[in-house]
């Protein structure tokens, strides 16, 4: 249960994402930088040290949801999805997110989206596995959402899916505080479909917002939900790039 926004920007992009859990799952811990195949990455993780969200020194973000519209499941000793994003967030390249999948036990893991921004080629892919296949989708550079609902994925894509039109027309597209009255929103109504998601169960557990210009990137975290968050509140991490972001052209 998640709902991932990218706004491409005229050098670099942002990108929002609310991580819906049960109340009864362990709290995730805040970003941290670490070093993975000798890349810098900012990350939050679980206690089990996985993770549904990375950015590395290039630029690139990953970001993890349950495909939850793909109803099997695996019987036995299913593998952490936490692990997937852990295993790719060093890489710059699809083919290398490609290689690198398909050496996970994937039969292994239940169904997901994997979603890379890529700013150096202006490049937004997913990677959905369904427990029988890995395919592979390009996505084009421009303003857009994704959405998952473990109570009721179809409705919940399209109810948040009208919200997020809705706000998209506002004068305030694509700025900070438009994608963060977006993840913080409640409309129609505060409940298990609104954007900022709350259930007697369950509910939005963390707000993640990545920003990437041409040199430098920053990761900011609120551990609950962001209606109950301000802006100075946000747990700030820089990370230097490397290499420099393109200047696309947005659509």
Sequence with gaps: MCTVTFSPRTRGY??????????????????????????????????GGGTWIALN??????????????????????VSRGTVVTTVSSITTDRGVKQALEQLPLRRMNPFRLIGIFPEENKVLEWRWNLK?????????????????????????GIRGEIFQQFSRQTSVRTLNW??????????????????????????????????????????YFSGALCQCSPVQLEVRTL????????PLIN
């Design 14 to 47: 942002a990108l929002a994402m609310n991580r819906d859990e049960k109340l009864s799952r362990a709290t995730g811990l805040p970003p941290a930088e670490k070093s993975v195949q000798g890349r810098k990455i900012l990350a939050p993780s679980e206690t």
């Design 57 to 78: 020194d290039r630029g690139t973000t990953f970001a993890l949801i349950n495909w939850y519209a793909i109803t099997t499941r695996v019987q036995t000793k299913p």
């Design 133 to 157: 296949t890995l395919s592979h989708k390009i996505h084009p550079w421009r303003i857009q959402q994704w959405i998952s609902s473990g109570f009721d994925e179809p409705t919940a894509q």
């Design 179 to 220: 994608l963060r009255r977006l993840h913080s929103s409640h409309l129609p109504t505060a409940g298990p479909f609104s954007t900022c998601m709350h259930r007697s169960d369950a509910a939005t557990v963390s707000y993640t917002e990545i920003t990437v210009s041409s040199q430098n990137s920053a990761m900011r």
């Design 240 to 247: 230097k790039l490397i290499s420099r972001v393109a200047a």
